[in-house]
T-cell receptor, first 116, second 113 residues
């Protein structure tokens, strides 16, 4: 079964509204989770590293006020796209790794966001 | 720093053809290497992995051997099926679980009947 669960799978929202995406690790505690964005037929773009109990670390060029990340527990990280616009439409994927060196990453199912 | 280079494709093959997707890497320390597969509209799934030199990862007919001397981890399958159509990502890590994997850009594979 899925080790990392992401919800919702798809969402359509109006411009100017906010959308929250949840990412849960189901059978292990994840002090760190990762959020990616993927444009059609393109590779993964790391947006930010979510840290439990502290601020997220954002990659260069990612607006922290636009993409709010909260990692309130060891099994849940959320990404909120605030004041969404059509250019925010994309496929968002979360990921988590077990503690330890050289461990694999588990990915959520992804969320298709469409802003109209 | 760590990096992964893989052939970008797209790759189009007929059913039952032989598949090779090349992947080379640069890394400090002793990385673990991975191949992930992404089917349309889905997240990434781990396909196979290798944790040390000369290890061979295998799954669902796919294989890849960790070659330290050539810093490579090429993905192969002897006979592809239409259901193998997907995007394949090569990745590595030589760090702890609080750092993200380093990914190649992905290779899109289309298998036609």
């Amino acid at each position: 079964g899925a080790v990392v669960s992401q919800h919702p799978s798809w969402v359509i929202c109006k411009s100017g509204t906010s959308v929250k995406i949840e990412c849960r690790s189901l059978d292990f505690q994840a002090t760190t989770m990762f959020w990616y964005r993927q444009f059609p037929k393109q590779s993964l773009m790391l947006m930010a590293t979510s840290n439990e109990g502290s601020k997220a670390t954002y990659e260069q060029g990612v607006e922290k006020d636009k993409f709010l990340i909260n990692h309130a527990s060891l099994t849940l990280s959320t990404l909120t796209v605030t004041s969404a616009h059509p250019e925010d439409s994309s496929f968002y994927i979360c990921s988590a790794r077990r503690t330890g060196v050289n461990t694999e990453a588990f990915f959520g199912q992804g969320t298709r966001l469409t802003v109209v | 720093g760590n990096s992964v280079t893989q052939m970008e494709g797209p790759v189009t093959l007929s059913e039952e053809a032989f598949l090779t997707i090349n992947c080379t890497y640069t890394a400090t320390g002793y990385p673990s290497l991975f191949w992930y597969v992404q089917y349309p509209g889905e997240g990434l799934q781990l396909l196979l992995k290798a944790t040390k030199a000369d290890d061979k990862g295998s799954n669902k007919g796919f294989e890849a051997t960790y070659r330290k001397e050539t810093t490579s981890f090429h993905l192969e399958k002897g006979s592809v099926q239409v259901s193998d159509s997907a995007v394949y990502f090569c990745a590595l890590t030589s760090n702890s679980g609080n750092t993200p994997l380093v990914f190649g850009k992905g290779t899109r594979l289309s298998v036609i009947a």
